[in-house]
């Protein structure tokens, strides 16, 4: 099943140069005292099959560039392109329907690509086992942990096929421990399947844990500060001596951008 669906994704990205390009964009909002501007002139493209984590202080517009991406919402100025097609889209929140058992929600995603309905409850246990989650099919929502549902968001946005991964700081909520279980599921999945991956945190451990590079956005406005490429090889732990001395240097400039902007 992972064979299959690498094969799927490579042969999206073989077939462009990269699965996003995000070139000179801005951002304004309407507020009480004109346009507020959020994000200034970012210009990043993520390669395919690439994993990068995009870092920064709370409000800083992550998730705006991520809603961008995603066709949520329009850049002010600039373009963005994602050629493999649109992108899937995982929240913080699992968004699944509580009214859908785990296995009819992955089915869901699968009817809305077109995939026939003989073949879609096969698909969903695939995918269900991809995340490790074999005996959940007939679970309700509320019948999982935090760390299960996660599992099966991340199941069902796999489910979408797209060649480009949006990921808005989806561990957040759980437990320490659940999340550095689901660190090793992303990681391992992002290496079977050879998805790209653009993945949105405000905790640098957890950036550098994952990524092949990690981009820093400053604030007020969110312009990218700087980026590391992140050269330690993977499966990582959270607690490697080479994460954790990355992780303070990219801190500091962290603490930098914000002590810059009086956030806290
Ligand atoms: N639809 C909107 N209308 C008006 N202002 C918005 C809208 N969406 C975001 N903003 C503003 O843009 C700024 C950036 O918000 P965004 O949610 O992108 O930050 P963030 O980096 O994701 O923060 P956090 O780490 O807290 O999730 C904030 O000041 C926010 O109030
Ligand atoms: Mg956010």
Redesign the pocket.
Known sequence: MATALAKATDRTAAAHEYAARIEHVS?S???PAGP?L?LDDITLDVAPGEFVTLL????????????LVAGL?APTAGAIETPGGRPALMFQEHALFPWLTAGKNIELALRLRGVAKNDRRDRAQELLSLVRLEGAYGKRVHELSGGMRQRVAMARAIAQDSQLLLM??PFAALDAITRDVLHDELTRIWRETNLSVLF?T?NVREAVRLAQRVVL?SS?P?RVAHEWTVDIEQPRRIEDAEVAELSVEITEQLRGEIRRHGQH
């Not at 920064?56 to 809603?67: D, E, V």
């Open positions: 951002k909002f309407d507020g507020q959020v920064g202080a709370s409000g800083c517009g992550k998730s705006t560039l991520l809603n919402d808005d700081e949105v405000h956005l007020r969110g």
